[in-house]
């Protein structure tokens, strides 16, 4: 009897979807960043990895950034919950435990947040990060500012402190970071036509800016005839006044120290809360 009902059921049975085994967890890292899918510089990560070694010793919360190459066909919920599961992100006693993960290739992000958080950090909270700060970001492919961005944001909330997320697809700060970022390579640019003994240089730009911006033999010429104007003041004026930066510890892009990452996980829990959200 028990062999005709099986027979029955094994059309059936073939025609049932395969389960999925558990998905292959990566091994925590020494510190509190994870990137598999290589989209933060090391001055970065060191700098996270010092500011959340803070965060741990002056609150006990732990925070993971984690990017991934692939969820291995998993839901980002599963994976993210799976992974910080493993990991045992927070501590044990508090389960105060926060984890960002970033998969590029499938266009996803995800916050998970430890039982011990979930009145810190609310699913709205984490869903108005993901969606006024990383996902504007990751649009662009600005993997490494949305990340930082966003672990400022869940450090602040961790701490306790109220803060106004700023939309990043804001148009106005968009431009603003850019000029932001823009100035200083204007500034050397600048600072190298005045150390410089020739006028060809600013010729040679202002030649393809003009290009750039009307493509036609006139403006062509009006923007070799502007560069080498430029040029020619500012070599001839502010030749001691524009200095390029020497080498070292000091210029423009000179980061915070990096610190000792606390190393290790201390055992925490979680129940699924956080948000996720796609580009």
């Known amino acids: 009897m028990m062999g005709l009902a099986l027979s029955a059921l ?9 389960a999925l085994a ?11 960043v994870l990137d598999e899918a290589e989209l933060i510089s090391n001055e970065a990560q060191a700098q996270m990895e010092s ?8 609150t006990s919360t732990e925070i993971a950034v984690v990017t991934v190459t692939s ?3 998993y839901e980002i919920e599963e994976f993210t919950l799976a992974l910080a599961r493993d990991w045992g992100v927070g501590q044990e006693e508090h389960n105060n435990g926060l984890v960002l993960l970033v998969a590029p290739n499938e266009h996803k992000v995800r916050i998970e947040v430890g039982y011990g958080l979930e009145g810190v950090v609310t699913d709205a909270q ?8 990383l996902i504007p970001y990751f649009k662009y492919g600005e993997y490494e500012k949305g990340i930082l961005e966003g672990v400022t944001y869940l450090e602040t ?3 306790g402190e109220e803060f106004t997320i700023q939309d990043a697809s804001n148009q106005s700060d968009f431009f603003f970071v850019m000029l932001v970022y823009f100035l200083p390579f204007l500034y050397l640019f600048m600072a190298f036509m005045a150390n410089s003994k020739s006028w060809w240089l600013g010729g040679l730009v202002g ?6 911006i009307a493509g036609t033999l006139l403006s062509a010429g009006i923007g070799l005839l502007a560069g080498l104007f430029i040029d020619f003041i500012l070599s001839t004026f502010f030749h001691k006044k524009l200095k390029l930066p020497r080498g070292g510890s000091g210029g423009f892009w000179s980061g915070g120290s990096g610190g000792s990452s606390g190393g290790g996980f201390g055992g925490g829990g979680f129940g699924g809360g956080g948000a996720s959200g796609s580009w």
């Open 71 to 73: 969820l291995q066909g």
């Open 207 to 212: 030649l393809f800016i003009g290009l750039l």
């Open 10 to 18: 094994a059309p059936f049975m073939l025609l049932a979807p395969p």
């Open 126 to 133: 984490s869903s108005a990060i993901i969606d006024k700060v």
């Open 157 to 159: 909330l961790a701490r």
């Open 51 to 58: 500011r959340l070694a803070t965060l741990e010793l002056e």
């Open 22 to 32: 558990a998905p292959v967890i990566p091994s925590p890292p020494p510190g509190y």
